[in-house]
Nanobody, 129 residues
Framework: QVPLMESGGGSVQPGGSLRLSCEGS????????VGWFRQAPGKEREGIAV???????????KLSASVRGRFTISRDSAKDTVYLEMTGLRSEDTGTYYC???????????????????WGQGTQVTVSS
């Protein structure tokens, strides 16, 4: 397993923005699938974004329907970091956000928790007025 660390969570008002960081995930020397998940209290963990690269080349990136148009996922190889830029935040975006890593994922399984073998500890995002 690869140690991952999320940061950037916090409390914002509806309509606000946050940028989450996942350190330890941007190594471009091999295949790399980095997913972002979130979990609200009493709900199942939800896969919301993924970035899959091979030798630094983006093979695919996906966003779930619940965040498409508001969130973006990006990578800074030099900093070994993947970001989740969140705009237009809503109360339903509240939850604990996790990044996860695996050497491979596909377009049919990137949103499943069992696809990943390394996880960060999570960072809390609260959207409230």
């Amino acid at each position: 397993q690869v140690p991952l660390m999320e940061s950037g969570g916090g409390s914002v008002q509806p309509g606000g923005s946050l940028r989450l960081s996942c350190e330890g995930s941007g190594d471009t020397r091999s295949k790399k699938c980095v997913g972002w998940f979130r979990q609200a209290p009493g709900k199942e963990r939800e896969g919301i974004a993924v970035l899959y690269t091979e030798r630094g080349v983006t093979i695919f990136s996906k966003l779930s329907a619940s965040v498409r148009g508001r969130f973006t996922i990006s990578r800074d190889s030099a900093k070994d970091t993947v970001y989740l830029e969140m705009t237009g935040l809503r109360s339903e975006d509240t939850g604990t956000y996790y990044c996860a890593l695996n050497s491979y994922c596909g377009t049919s399984n990137w949103y499943l928790s069992r696809t990943y073998n390394s996880w960060g500890q999570g960072t809390q995002v609260t959207v409230s007025s």
